[in-house]
């Protein structure tokens, strides 16, 4: 017996046949698209929430236990229109605390390492959401340099004496690069 093949019949099967993949990848481009603006959306609005609730709370600046006698920053909350370039630009009071409270209580290595600061910036306000803070030095070198350690102890006492849920304290050098940085 033999089977006699059509031609015209097997092409008309085949050239109908739509791609079924196009439809649904496109769709779900546009899904996943409105999906990642509205989660970006969700999260400023809960950060901006927070922010303001810390911010009201109460003041973010406090000793760690077991170090309540160390003394203490103090902060004075001015008016907008009336911060003089000394309070925009670090306190020497703030640098003069840090150092006593690690003459008092700190190791003496800590001590030596503390008597290179010369300036710190960012910490009128916290907000437990990311606060950064700037520790400005007299130590050469960068990351890679020699005076690393000094570095880590420096951050390491900032730390000791300012608090925060997630706090980061950037010490630079003489030159304005960044040697180390530190939780706090």
Partial sequence: MRIQHDPQAWQS???AAPEPGRRKSRAKKVLLGAGAVFLGICVIAISTDKGK???EAKPAVSS???RSDQPQP???KKPEGTKSAK???GSEDEVRALISGVKQHGTPQESAAVQHVKKIQGTERFNDIFDTASVF???E???TGSSHGTCKLIASSFADAYTSKNGLVTVYGADGKMICNGKF
């Fill in 13 to 15: 099967n085949t050239q």
């Fill in 53 to 55: 609730e810390a911010a």
């Fill in 64 to 66: 760690p236990p077991g």
């Fill in 74 to 76: 103090t902060h004075t």
């Fill in 87 to 89: 309070d925009r630009f």
């Fill in 137 to 139: 030095t007299d130590l």
């Fill in 141 to 143: 070198g960068g990351i």
